[in-house]
């Protein structure tokens, strides 16, 4: 058994234990949805010709500020700091109703504390989680 493989059986496993399946749904997302503004907010400082260290003098922040927030594999923004920053871009941050086959592996699992396949909501989340690399414009 390789140890890929090792560490999926293990994470299907952990899944089936409700506390253990909710938590890892919720971060999952949680992860998932940021690393998402925060790109988003980074290709439109980007395509404003703005540096980091001006966007953060455009909302009275430090210019460290910007830098941790668009640079950080581990950042956790407040939503007030999102919605400055996007506003200086001219953008809005908004709610979206997940789509109805996304809907069913994740509000499902959550709401109830289980799913009938681990293994498939176990590769579902880590693909949600998986960093997309920007494509060249």
Not at 101 to 127: C, F, S, V, W
């Amino acid at each position: 058994m390789s140890k890929q493989s090792a560490f999926w059986d293990d994470l299907a496993r952990d899944l089936e234990d409700p506390e253990f399946l909710r938590e890892y749904v919720v971060e999952s997302v949680r992860i998932a949805t940021i690393d998402q503004v925060v790109n988003a907010i980074d290709d439109a400082r980007e395509a404003a010709g703005l540096s980091k260290a001006e966007l953060g003098r455009a909302i009275q922040k430090e210019p460290a500020t910007i830098r941790r927030l668009l640079s950080s594999d581990h950042t956790n923004p407040t939503l007030g700091t999102l919605a400055e920053v996007a506003a200086a871009l001219g953008l809005r941050i908004t709610v979206e109703p997940i789509p109805d086959a996304e809907r069913d592996q994740i509000t499902g699992p959550l709401l109830e504390g289980r799913t009938a396949d681990p293994a498939k909501l176990a590769r579902h989340l880590d693909n949600m989680r998986t960093p997309r690399s920007k494509v060249p414009a």
